[in-house]
């Protein structure tokens, strides 16, 4: 919360100073976030709340229409061509690599509300590796779509831990009391619904309807009920990545595991060869399971 209220206090600066510079009407203000609490299911995760973050445009002169309600898809990638649009600064004068992104300009100036691009009726998300934690450095590679109120989720790697291996504290999810509670849970007995929901193995695939199931808890991969929508959306996901030449679709994912890490590579093996996990500062030295844990 005090950093929310950092960030806006600071927002508030800026603002008014445009506005004693006579520039806040001509500039276009974005502001957004990271993907929010590093909590289990989210951070480093495919969920709908790992990917979800806030955004707000304000663009005095040029957005005229207000009471709107759009229901594009925009991503960070559509930030850097709206930019350049914005500052009439084209592609070969920034002298960037392509980027898959599109400006949002045509969605800002537009009086329309709902869908304004029909393209912009879905989302594509990924992840490889996100940190350290599990042998050989491997990540948890996951490829997903959200379409139509639903999503689908593809783990390529089912028997890999999807929060990091238990022995090195699941360090792809930080220290909090919440993780502490989930993980003490399990280990008194009580209730192991909740450990097997953010640190236990999942399924190949998952399936969820979003209009009754934001949060991503109730896995409709197997109902019969949802096997057309599923089938759907996975065809549709598995066309974009090829098209895209995803390596995880056509086999030869395991290139992305050999990428060497920039920093704290091999942590997982030289921790198991000397006998025992360094501590890592951003998860609790009580998030480090003792004992072997198999499911």
Not at 125 to 138: A, F, I, N, S, T
Not at 162 to 183: Q, V
Not at 220 to 238: I, T
Not at 264 to 292: C, M, Q
Request: hydrophobic share 30%; net charge negative; proline share 6%.
């Amino acid at each position: 919360g005090m950093e929310v209220e950092h960030y806006d206090t600071h927002l508030g600066r800026i603002l008014k100073d445009l506005e004693e510079r006579n520039e806040l009407e001509n500039t276009l203000v974005m502001v957004t976030s990271d993907h929010g609490r590093p909590a289990p299911r989210q951070k480093g995760q495919a969920y709908e709340n790992s990917n979800h973050v806030p955004f707000a445009v304000m663009w005095k002169a040029h957005i005229k229409t207000e009471g709107r309600t759009i229901d594009d898809y925009i991503n960070f990638t559509d930030l850097t061509p709206t930019i350049l649009e914005a500052t009439r600064i084209s592609w070969e004068q920034a002298k960037m690599q392509p980027l898959s992104g599109s400006s949002l300009i045509p969605l800002l100036l537009s009086a329309k509300s709902g869908r304004i691009e029909a393209a912009r009726d879905h989302v594509v998300l990924g992840k490889e590796r996100h940190d350290v934690g599990r042998p050989h450095d491997w990540g948890y590679p996951i490829r997903a779509i959200i379409k139509d109120n639903f999503m689908y989720i593809e783990n390529f790697e089912p028997d890999r831990w999807p929060g990091g291996n238990p022995e090195a504290g699941y360090l792809n999810c930080d220290g909090s009391p919440t993780k502490t509670a989930i993980l003490n849970l399990r280990r008194s007995g009580e209730d192991k619904s909740y450990w097997d929901l953010c640190f236990g193995k999942r399924p190949p695939q998952e399936f969820y309807n979003l209009s009754k199931d934001l949060d991503c808890v109730k896995n409709l991969s197997s109902n019969p009920e949802y096997a057309s929508k599923q089938k759907a959306l996975k065809d549709f996901l598995h066309a974009k990545l090829n098209a895209q030449g995803d390596p995880r679709i056509n086999g030869n994912g395991a290139i992305f595991d050999n990428y060497p890490y920039s920093g704290g590579a091999g942590y997982y093996d030289a921790s198991l060869k000397a006998g025992n996990f360094e501590h890592k500062g951003w998860v609790r030295k009580t998030d480090y399971e003792i004992g072997p844990i198999t499911k």
